[in-house]
């Protein structure tokens, strides 16, 4: 079952006095199927993080559309927007975007709170999750008092409690050290695996390297992609690695 479905995208921004226009995504398809696990690749400036925004219903493309769980995200009402974002999407963001004056349980109950659920449902979903993600003994603390990982773990559990239809991860492990940023991709990988649908912009190629799909976008544009097959994580990380210079240096996929 498709779950995000990309036609025809196109993003153009125009400067301030609409003197020159400059075109961030030009005709963009793909899709993504329940239960993959996406990355998205590029260099700086290549519209990934254009894409992902538009993704996450935090902007507007200038023409093309995106469909979410069988909505086209250009008919939903500006009033209606939030809602169908936190019911349908969650968010993993490098820097954490925690509130430090909320303890980490109530980090993680924000967006149920925020939907009006009881504190019965609000309970069952905090101790499944916390369980899961290995942080029910730092609850009560706040955001300062515990490590980046714990933080980003923190992170992923109040973007899950939700039950999103697809989890967004942007540059996930960009803060944290090399072995932290292993364990929270095997988390990544256990949680797909559990049947959640990841999408994932990184600029890391072992990050990339966990996912089932790596697309790599070039000047707005897809270039190429690669599936795992069979593949374990050393091989395609060669595979990603050889695709990236390719792109650096202005080649073409099979040249």
Not at 6 to 14: D, F, S
Not at 223 to 240: A, P, T, V
Request: proline share 2%; charged share 25%.
């Amino acid at each position: 079952m498709t779950v995000l479905e990309v036609k025809n995208l196109v993003k153009i921004y125009t400067t301030r006095f609409g003197g020159s226009q400059v075109q961030a995504l030009r005709n963009v398809n793909f899709s993504v199927e329940e239960g993959e696990f996406v990355a998205i690749m590029g260099e700086s400036g290549s519209g990934k993080t254009t894409l992902l925004n538009i993704l996450a219903a935090l902007d507007k493309p200038t023409r093309g559309e995106v469909w979410l769980d069988g909505r086209n995200l250009n008919d939903i009402k500006e009033k209606d927007i939030s809602a169908f974002r936190r019911d349908k999407l969650g968010f993993v963001f490098q820097d954490f975007n925690l509130l430090d004056n909320f303890s980490i349980q109530d980090n993680i109950l924000l967006p149920l709170v925020l939907a009006g659920k009881t504190y019965d449902e609000m309970e069952i979903r905090l101790l499944k999750i916390v369980e899961r993600l290995s942080i029910s003994d730092i609850l009560k603390k706040f955001p300062y008092e515990v490590s980046g990982g714990q933080k980003q773990r923190t992170a992923i559990a109040r973007a899950l409690i939700a039950e999103p239809r697809i989890l967004l991860a942007d540059e996930p492990t960009g803060a944290l050290d090399s072995n932290t940023a292993s364990g929270l991709l095997r988390l990544f990988c256990g949680i797909n695996g559990g049947g959640q649908t990841i999408l994932m912009v990184t600029h890391s190629v072992m990050a990339a390297s966990h996912a089932k799909r790596v697309l790599f976008i070039r000047d707005g544009e897809l270039f190429h992609q690669i599936y795992r097959g069979n593949m374990k994580n050393e091989q395609l990380y060669q595979k990603i690695a050889d695709t990236l210079t390719m792109l650096a240096t202005g080649g073409e996929y099979g040249a």
